[in-house]
């Protein structure tokens, strides 16, 4: 596959994103049903109609493509290329009117990501990255954070209960020897970090749609992305993304 193709995968994916972030906007901050998956997970009207329209620019633009997404699963087809959706990574920060819920859409190619783009709506930033091709935020290269020390870290997590709960050893350490610990994290918590504003972000447990975009904009960033025991899996159940300097200091925390 050469770079021109994947530009163009990926640009397709940017597009895509940001006008899936204009139907969700028109439910944010407003009065909306909410429903409970059979994982007793919330999903709305803007969840469904947001994965639609992305599902529609694939189908209409790579008809030979496969489609997995959070809330109308999998269109199974022969195919190399599989394109991962998750149209509201948050969806809790959504309902409650938090601005930090992202649009997601990852490709895999022969099951390993080659492009990720995560995209906030209400504060219209863009993070998006493909192998081989560089990360850009809002259309400008950006890269990791320089910060050399664990100590002088500022660490997101999405929940940190729930990472006491999963690590609590882990949990402990991390929260004793990083500068600052954080939540609000979900996707744009790896947002904040590929553009240098976070230095590290946490999950202890992940999905699918969850983490597919995150290994091509982390590592094309210049960042490192593994998983909590320190293997390189991009479709892994928990994850770490920082600097290099970083990940060796809190692999000696796990």
Aim: net charge negative; charged share 25%; aromatic share 8%.
């Amino acid at each position: 596959m050469d770079e021109r193709e994947i530009k163009d995968f990926l640009g397709f994916a940017v597009d895509a994103a940001v006008e899936a972030g204009k139907i969700t906007k028109e439910y944010f901050l407003g009065s909306m049903d909410v429903d409970t998956k059979n994982d007793d997970t919330p999903v709305t009207e803007a969840d469904r109609l947001a994965e639609a329209y992305i599902r529609g620019c694939v189908e209409e633009t790579y008809p030979s493509h496969s489609i997995l997404g959070e809330e109308a699963g999998e269109e199974g087809r022969d195919s190399d290329h599989r394109w991962i959706i998750d149209p509201i990574d948050g969806t809790q920060s959504f309902i409650r009117g938090v601005p930090l819920y992202t649009v997601l859409i990852a490709l895999e190619v022969k099951g390993e990501p080659l492009v990720g783009v995560i995209h906030n709506p209400p504060l219209q930033e863009t993070v998006a990255g493909a192998r081989g091709v560089g990360c850009f935020y809002n259309g400008t290269p950006c890269q990791v954070s320089t910060t050399s020390k664990l100590e002088k870290a500022w660490v997101q997590v999405t929940d940190y209960a729930d990472l006491v709960r999963r690590r609590p050893k882990f949990a402990k350490r991390l929260l004793e020897g990083s500068y600052s610990c954080r939540t609000w994290g979900d996707a744009y918590g790896y947002l904040l970090v590929a553009t240098g504003r976070v230095d590290v972000m946490i999950d202890p447990i992940m999905k699918i749609w969850d983490i597919a975009p995150l290994k091509p904009i982390i590592s094309e960033a210049q960042g490192v992305f593994t998983d909590l025991d320190g293997t390189p899996n991009a479709m892994g159940e928990s994850s770490i993304a920082c600097n290099n300097t970083l990940h060796k200091q809190i692999m000696r925390l796990v």
